[in-house]
Antibody, heavy 120, light 111 residues
């Protein structure tokens, strides 16, 4: 059974950069069968898609976040990562990494999530 | 504010049925048959229960069903059980720029 695990700081100061990594086990991020993405969920609210990456290097970004975002992949470590700069309190959320077969498909499964709080 | 609109709450008695709606636009739900539904229990990650409007992943009981009409998708949970009490989120493909949008969630209470 494939597993994904998010890692990164749980507390980030306003105006700084949020950096998260998703480590994938028992499935290759280089697989032609899957895209890999990030989703976040602010406390008490619905999820919000952030970004998606494919092994070819194709990337897709949420238009409302695109100017602050970068998603990347490290196939040697079987990981993909997210960087979100100039964070504010509005970026406080549980951040999930997840897999989807294509950009048409829903995310399944999701990692367990990591709570990131933006506060000084 | 979420892109898709769901009622904040729904409820039903054990054994009965409840339907949750999800309203979008012609740019998402109305434009594609790529609606999905997720179930989320407190402190857990969302779990996929419906994809492509009405298909169920392996292991999801057939008392859970999905449908779509125009810009509105619906999730029906029949034969309500205590374990169905959770938050439910709809999601839709929304084109290559927006990829996927989500609803704000509906809290289902089993009375």
């Amino acid at each position: 059974q494939m597993e994904m695990q998010e890692s990164g700081p749980g507390l980030v100061k306003p105006s700084e950069t949020l950096s998260l990594t998703c480590t994938v086990s028992r499935e290759s991020v280089s697989s032609r069968s899957y895209h890999w993405g990030w989703i976040r969920q602010p406390p008490g609210r619905g999820p919000e898609w952030i970004a998606t990456i494919y092994y070819t290097g194709n990337t897709y970004y949420n238009p409302s976040l695109k100017s602050r975002l970068a998603i990347s992949m490290d196939t040697s470590k079987n990981q993909f990562s997210l960087r979100l700069n100039s964070v504010t309190a509005a970026d406080t959320a549980v951040y999930y990494c997840a897999r989807h077969p294509s950009i048409l498909s829903p995310f399944d499964p999701w990692g367990q999530g990591i709570l990131v709080i933006v506060s000084s | 504010q979420s892109a898709l609109t769901q009622p904040p709450s729904a409820s039903g008695s054990p054994g009965l049925s409840v339907t949750i709606s999800c309203t979008g636009t012609s740019s998402d739900i109305g434009g594609y048959n790529y609606v999905a539904w997720y179930q989320q229990h407190p402190g857990k990650a969302p779990k996929l229960i419906i994809y492509e409007v009405s298909k169920r992943p392996s292991g999801v009981p057939d008392r859970i069903s999905g449908s779509k009409s125009g810009n509105t998708a619906s999730l029906t949970v029949s034969g309500l059980q205590a374990e169905d009490e959770a938050d439910y989120y709809c999601s839709s493909y929304a084109g290559r720029n927006s990829v996927r949008v989500f609803g704000g969630g509906t809290k289902l209470t089993v009375l």
